[in-house]
């Protein structure tokens, strides 16, 4: 197992690396180093976002929860489809925002919207967290299954680092074109092999597997239903429930959770720099709300059963049979980790060069300067990433759980900047910053500090069953709706409806789509597919409630509730990308503007007297 | 080529290589198992895979607007050949459970791939230009009166 897996994780290493060398030769002008011309091909968004999907509810902590809880875990599959109408939502409208105004960031885009330093730096703050400790987490949990799997053969240090320089050597070579490139192969290559690993497992191990075989959950854990709307425990680390987490509310809050990483600064830079067609409504339809939903609905329960030895188990059962395949499957959870990692770090670092570095710091670089100063901030994040995931990998996890909540705080001020011309600026930071402090103390980080620093605290992580992110946005849209009642007349509303109705003109028009009838059937399919209606799964289809009589399905009736509101639920998001027109983008019809104050590129008055006294010294 | 034109044919050639990478990977594992005493069936699944990666591509050549690149076309004729020459060299030396369980699946595997190229040519450019793309003989001729319509020339 140990050559072949590592033949093949080298073998992704040079892909990668094979491509970074194919754009650097490409001899394009240096910007496109760091936004790839704003002109990524559409293909790559399309594979790529459905395996960031499922690298946001983490393969390897996926397939724990789905073989400890069963099918309530599973339920967590159909929150794809929530993060396919977010990608439709956000992304088509920030496109075109992107185009009007010229944002080159998120942050900047927020920035400037907005009027406001203060969301620059908390989107560079938010950025950090995913660069640094979430990448971190993914990294170290990747080298941790490299050395079980190699039997110690690359301990886990070793493999932090061999898997960062293996990383890294592609990212300062090639840039933003061809990481995303290199990734939607390795996109490609998990989604086809879960299923193919799924399927050879079925024919191939013994044992008659799901649904003849119950999924071998924790003592008390109810694997075939959900355990209740609600559960009134105080949170994870204080007690956790007997028939399991995974409540109607846990899974819609959770799936809210899921559209974090849809609103996390770096993929919406991805959104903003592919090319004009029809990507957002292939990914969003077919590839992540399709095809990646189906496979987590159909596919995992069938894993599950047969995971009883955690996934090194399966694999080496896999192995006995088919050497390849069995180190494919490790090669899938393998893989998740790197693109995450490569993503993030790659994205963030470049966010990080053209907010800080290209405007404040050296705002007067040349496009050569600006290539080798994102090209050295590249090799100098990879650094950090891998020193956090040796020597710190428990504070990296502490930290990086708040990642995909925080950002799902930013709901408000991107629904504002897409949509809502009033949702004003003290809105969002007061917003924001009381979402930001309940996450923080629905999570491990503000927990454990506020406890070893002052008293122990009544709840644990999520009380109530319900995720931080939820815990979070509640507070932070109830203040952004009251904040924003206040400030209806603002002057500042004048400059923010000038930019929405440049945006409105630049979009193709919308016919009929039938509006209401659309939001009635959203929310009717919300409630019954996440909210408390999704109860009536347990037994709707083997005790329906019409009749004393009890029908033989074979199959759990919560399972055929997730398949039919999965499907649904695809529907749905057809009819918002095709309908309502938000799968496309065109350039045809934008006309730029001039936004808010003119982009200042100079050094701040502190930083440039220290750096005056630095090089009087030096001289 | 200019710079937008390259920056194309890179981007063709990342969605070709996405295409081909995992449906390879997948073909070999399924035929190692076949060959190795999995059965005929985990053959024809591994030809399976390299039968819709074929189809994709065409697909992707339609989408595009391009066709099978002079490269692709070089290097999948000669895998094709490697692999003709590696069944019939296992049906020569291998060992008799080797060529029971190579000869009718990879055989059949085999021909199926010449049949979807000759379906793909047929369907693309029709039967008459389907066959002038290998006719080299009626190429052949170098005289400058070869080349005139009512000679047959279409140079």
């Given at each position: 197992?140990?050559?072949?897996?590592?033949?093949?994780v080298?073998?992704?290493?040079?892909?990668?690396?094979?491509?970074?060398?194919?754009v650097a030769?490409?001899?394009?002008?240096?910007?496109?180093f760091l936004?790839?011309g704003?002109?990524?091909?559409?293909?790559?968004?399309m594979?790529?976002?459905?395996?960031?999907?499922?690298?946001?509810?983490?393969?390897?902590?996926?397939?724990?929860?789905?073989?400890?809880?069963g099918?309530?875990a599973v339920?967590l599959?159909?929150?794809?489809v929530?993060?396919?109408?977010a990608?439709?939502?956000?992304?088509?409208?920030l496109?075109?925002?992107?185009?009007v105004?010229g944002?080159?960031?998120?942050g900047?885009?927020?920035?400037?919207?907005?009027?406001?330093i203060?969301l620059?730096?908390?989107?560079?703050?938010l950025?950090?967290v995913?660069?640094v400790?979430y990448?971190?987490?993914?990294?170290?949990?990747?080298?941790?299954?490299?050395e079980?799997?190699?039997e110690g053969f690359?301990?886990?240090?070793?493999?932090?680092?061999?898997?960062a320089?293996?990383?890294?050597?592609?990212a300062?070579?090639?840039?933003?074109?061809?990481?995303?490139?290199?990734?939607?192969m390795i996109?490609?290559?998990t989604?086809?092999?879960?299923?193919?690993?799924?399927?050879?497992?079925?024919?191939?191990l013994?044992?008659?597997?799901?649904?003849q075989?119950a999924?071998?959950?924790?003592?008390?854990v109810?694997?075939?239903?959900?355990?209740g709307?609600?559960q009134?425990?105080?949170?994870?680390?204080k007690?956790?429930?007997?028939?399991?987490?995974?409540?109607?509310?846990?899974?819609?809050?959770?799936s809210?959770a899921l559209i974090?990483?849809?609103?996390?600064?770096?993929?919406l830079y991805?959104?903003?720099?592919v090319?004009?067609?029809?990507?957002f409504?292939?990914?969003?339809?077919?590839l992540?709300?399709?095809?990646?939903?189906?496979l987590?609905?159909?596919?995992?329960?069938?894993?599950?059963?047969?995971?009883?030895?955690?996934?090194?188990?399966?694999?080496?059962?896999l192995?006995?049979?088919?050497?390849?395949?069995?180190?494919?499957?490790?090669?899938?959870?393998?893989?998740s980790?790197?693109?995450?990692?490569?993503f993030?770090?790659?994205g963030g670092?470049?966010?990080f060069?053209?907010?800080?570095?290209?405007r404040?710091?050296?705002?007067?670089?040349s496009?050569q300067?600006?290539r080798?100063?994102?090209r050295?901030?590249l090799g100098?994040?990879?650094?950090?990433?891998a020193?956090?995931?040796?020597?710190?990998?428990?504070i990296s996890?502490?930290?990086?759980?708040?990642?995909l909540?925080?950002a799902?705080q930013?709901?408000?001020?991107i629904?504002?900047l897409?949509?809502?011309?009033?949702?004003?600026?003290?809105a969002?930071?007061?917003g924001l910053t009381?979402?930001?402090l309940?996450v923080?103390?629905?999570?491990?980080?503000?927990?454990v500090?506020?406890?070893a620093?002052?008293?122990?605290?009544?709840?644990?992580r999520?009380p109530l069953?319900?995720?931080?992110?939820?815990?979070?946005?509640?507070?932070?849209?109830?203040?952004v709706l009251?904040?924003s009642?206040?400030?209806?007349?603002?002057?500042?509303?004048?400059?923010?409806?000038?930019?929405h109705?440049a945006m409105a003109?630049?979009?193709?028009?919308?016919?009929?789509w039938?509006r209401?009838v659309?939001w009635?059937?959203m929310?009717?399919?919300?409630?019954?597919?996440?909210g408390?209606?999704?109860?009536?799964?347990?037994t709707?289809?083997?005790?329906?409630?019409?009749?004393?009589?009890?029908?033989?399905?074979g199959?759990?009736?919560i399972?055929?509730?997730?398949?039919?509101f999965?499907?649904?639920?695809?529907?749905?998001i057809?009819?918002?990308?095709?309908?309502?027109?938000?799968?496309?983008?065109t350039?045809t019809?934008?006309k730029?503007?001039?936004?808010?104050?003119?982009?200042?590129r100079?050094?701040?008055?502190?930083?440039?007297?220290?750096?005056t006294?630095?090089?009087?010294?030096?001289? | 080529?200019d710079?937008?034109?390259?920056?194309?044919?890179?981007?063709?050639?990342g969605?070709v290589?996405?295409?081909?990478?995992?449906?390879?990977?997948v073909s070999?594992?399924l035929?190692?198992?076949?060959?190795?005493?999995?059965?005929?069936?985990w053959?024809a699944?591994?030809?399976?895979?390299?039968?819709?990666?074929?189809i994709?591509?065409?697909?992707?050549?339609a989408?595009?607007?391009?066709?099978f690149?002079?490269?692709?076309?070089?290097?999948?004729?000669?895998?094709?050949?490697a692999a003709v020459?590696?069944?019939?060299?296992?049906l020569?030396?291998?060992?008799?459970?080797?060529?029971?369980?190579?000869?009718?699946?990879?055989?059949?595997?085999?021909?199926?791939?010449i049949?979807?190229?000759?379906?793909?040519?047929?369907i693309a450019?029709?039967p008459?230009?389907?066959?002038?793309?290998?006719?080299?003989?009626r190429?052949?001729?170098?005289?400058a009166?070869?080349?005139?319509?009512?000679?047959?020339?279409?140079?």
């Amino acid at each position: 197992m140990t050559v072949i897996l590592l033949s093949l994780v080298a073998a992704i290493g040079l892909y990668v690396l094979y491509f970074a060398a194919r754009v650097a030769r490409l001899g394009t002008r240096p910007a496109a180093f760091l936004d790839a011309g704003y002109a990524l091909p559409s293909w790559s968004i399309m594979f790529l976002t459905p395996a960031l999907a499922i690298a946001a509810l983490g393969m390897q902590r996926h397939l724990f929860f789905v073989s400890h809880y069963g099918l309530q875990a599973v339920h967590l599959g159909v929150g794809l489809v929530l993060v396919s109408a977010a990608i439709l939502l956000v992304w088509n409208r920030l496109w075109f925002a992107t185009r009007v105004a010229g944002f080159s960031t998120p942050g900047e885009g927020l920035g400037r919207y907005y009027d406001s330093i203060a969301l620059r730096v908390v989107v560079m703050m938010l950025t950090f967290v995913f660069v640094v400790p979430y990448a971190a987490d993914m990294l170290s949990s990747t080298a941790i299954l490299i050395e079980r799997a190699t039997e110690g053969f690359i301990p886990r240090a070793s493999g932090v680092w061999m898997l960062a320089i293996m990383l890294a050597v592609p990212a300062i070579i090639g840039g933003w074109l061809s990481i995303v490139i290199s990734l939607a192969m390795i996109g490609v290559l998990t989604v086809y092999l879960l299923p193919t690993s799924i399927i050879v497992a079925e024919i191939l191990l013994p044992g008659q597997g799901f649904p003849q075989d119950a999924i071998g959950v924790i003592d008390g854990v109810l694997w075939d239903r959900l355990p209740g709307v609600i559960q009134y425990s105080a949170g994870i680390g204080k007690e956790i429930p007997a028939p399991g987490i995974f409540t109607t509310v846990a899974i819609s809050s959770t799936s809210l959770a899921l559209i974090g990483i849809v609103y996390s600064p770096v993929t919406l830079y991805l959104g903003q720099t592919v090319r004009a067609g029809g990507a957002f409504g292939i990914t969003s339809v077919w590839l992540t709300g399709g095809l990646a939903a189906g496979l987590l609905v159909l596919g995992m329960p069938y894993l599950a059963a047969r995971l009883g030895d955690g996934p090194l188990g399966f694999a080496s059962s896999l192995f006995e049979f088919e050497p390849l395949l069995g180190a494919g499957f490790l090669l899938l959870l393998v893989a998740s980790g790197i693109l995450a990692v490569s993503f993030f770090v790659t994205g963030g670092t470049i966010i990080f060069i053209r907010e800080m570095v290209l405007r404040y710091l050296l705002p007067e670089l040349s496009p050569q300067g600006q290539r080798l100063s994102a090209r050295i901030g590249l090799g100098f994040s990879f650094f950090i990433v891998a020193l956090a995931a040796s020597f710190a990998p428990t504070i990296s996890a502490i930290v990086g759980s708040i990642a995909l909540p925080m950002a799902v705080q930013l709901l408000p001020a991107i629904l504002g900047l897409t949509f809502f011309a009033w949702i004003s600026r003290g809105a969002i930071l007061a917003g924001l910053t009381i979402g930001a402090l309940i996450v923080l103390f629905t999570e491990p980080l503000g927990l454990v500090v506020f406890e070893a620093l002052f008293v122990e605290l009544p709840w644990g992580r999520w009380p109530l069953t319900i995720h931080s992110a939820a815990w979070g946005l509640v507070f932070n849209v109830l203040i952004v709706l009251l904040s924003s009642a206040a400030t209806l007349k603002s002057p500042e509303r004048l400059e923010r409806d000038r930019f929405h109705r440049a945006m409105a003109m630049s979009m193709p028009a919308q016919g009929n789509w039938g509006r209401s009838v659309f939001w009635s059937v959203m929310l009717l399919w919300g409630f019954l597919a996440y909210g408390p209606g999704a109860i009536l799964g347990n037994t709707f289809f083997s005790q329906p409630i019409f009749t004393d009589l009890e029908a033989t399905l074979g199959i759990p009736s919560i399972w055929v509730w997730q398949i039919l509101f999965w499907l649904i639920g695809v529907m749905i998001i057809w009819w918002l990308a095709y309908k309502v027109g938000l799968g496309r983008t065109t350039e045809t019809l934008i006309k730029p503007i001039e936004m808010g104050s003119p982009d200042e590129r100079r050094i701040p008055d502190w930083l440039s007297s220290g750096l005056t006294r630095v090089t009087k010294k030096s001289a | 080529m200019d710079e937008s034109e390259a920056a194309e044919r890179l981007a063709r050639h990342g969605l070709v290589m996405a295409i081909w990478i995992p449906s390879v990977f997948v073909s070999t594992a399924l035929s190692h198992m076949g060959i190795i005493g999995g059965g005929a069936w985990w053959v024809a699944a591994g030809f399976a895979a390299i039968i819709i990666a074929f189809i994709a591509h065409i697909i992707l050549n339609a989408v595009t607007g391009t066709s099978f690149t002079a490269g692709e076309t070089a290097l999948g004729g000669a895998v094709f050949v490697a692999a003709v020459i590696c069944y019939f060299g296992a049906l020569l030396i291998g060992d008799e459970g080797v060529r029971t369980a190579v000869l009718m699946p990879v055989g059949i595997g085999l021909a199926l791939l010449i049949c979807a190229v000759i379906v793909y040519l047929v369907i693309a450019y029709g039967p008459r230009k389907a066959f002038e793309k290998f006719d080299v003989i009626r190429d052949n001729n170098l005289r400058a009166a070869s080349r005139l319509p009512h000679r047959g020339g279409r140079r």
